[in-house]
């Protein structure tokens, strides 16, 4: 239900565009995050949106140069990242769900994107 895209090999202090297309679904009360897990560590939390009204959640680690946004025309959610950095370097995955709070929590997801490689180097 959810395409990830847009992950690629970047230098440092690059930047990449993420992004998460539904198909077969239509955003409406939807919550869509985006999560990433680096080789042998948990899958964590980086930013979500509010797909009605648009309010954002960051992660400390995304706060200044993440970008979570929406485009209502093609059911679709982007993450802009600026000024990389080799911690970056991840699996990032998005995902979906009805959720009031707990935003930050992947189990609150219903459905989930196959995830795209993001590599940075140093």
């Known amino acids: 239900q959810l395409q990830a895209s847009g992950g690629g090999l970047v230098r440092a202090e690059g930047s990449l565009r993420l992004s998460c297309a539904a198909s077969?679904?239509?955003?409406?009360?939807?919550?869509i995050g985006w999560f990433r897990q680096a080789p042998g560590k948990e899958r964590e939390f980086v930013v979500a949106i509010r797909w009605s009204g648009g309010s954002t959640y960051y992660a400390d680690s995304a706060k200044g140069r993440f970008t979570i946004s929406r485009d209502s025309a093609k059911n679709t959610v982007y993450l802009q990242m600026n000024s990389l950095k080799p911690e970056d370097t991840a699996v990032y995955y998005c995902?979906?769900?009805?959720?009031?709070?707990?935003?930050?929590?992947?189990?609150?997801?219903?459905?989930w994107g196959q995830g795209t490689l993001v590599t940075v180097s140093s």
């Open positions: 995902a979906g769900g009805m959720m009031d709070y707990g935003l930050d929590n992947r189990n609150n997801y219903n459905y």
């Open positions: 077969g679904r239509t955003f409406s009360d939807d919550v």
